[in-house]
Nanobody, 119 residues
Framework: VQLQASGGGLAQPGGSLRLSCAVS????????MGWYRQAPGKERELVARITAGGGDTTYAHNAQGRFIISLDNANHTAYLQMNSLKPEDTAVYFC?????????????WGQGTQVTVSS
């Protein structure tokens, strides 16, 4: 089972990027998916999280109103639409998914994708 993140890159302040995170493999149920980010010299922090099925969302204060997280349950893919980007959004973005297997839970992380916001 792997999480493959993509969609990072360079954006100008005020611009947009869309990140994707696809979960490959079988034998599991996705409980939720989330995006974290880590800027140089800083701790990893939650950006947004979404539950499977019901689609309840949680956003960090600095993402609220600018970022939108969504989940394609059928294709096991989460998205993070990032709008009105700011230089302080520059970080490596990681997706994460707690996966329910038969009898145990396993938290999987993607490899990270770099987002740079600069003019």
């Amino acid at each position: 089972v792997q999480l493959q993140a993509s969609g990072g890159g360079l954006a100008q302040p005020g611009g947009s990027l869309r990140l994707s995170c696809a979960v490959s493999g079988s034998g599991f149920r996705i409980n939720s998916m989330g995006w974290y980010r880590q800027a140089p010299g800083k701790e990893r922090e939650l950006v947004a999280r979404i539950t499977a099925g019901g689609g309840d969302t949680t956003y960090a204060h600095n993402a609220q109103g600018r970022f939108i997280i969504s989940l394609d349950n059928a294709n096991h893919t989460a998205y993070l639409q990032m709008n009105s980007l700011k230089p302080e959004d520059t970080a490596v973005y990681f997706c994460v998914a707690p996966l329910q297997f038969s009898g145990y839970l396993s938290v999987k992380w993607g490899q990270g994708t770099q987002v740079t916001v600069s003019s």
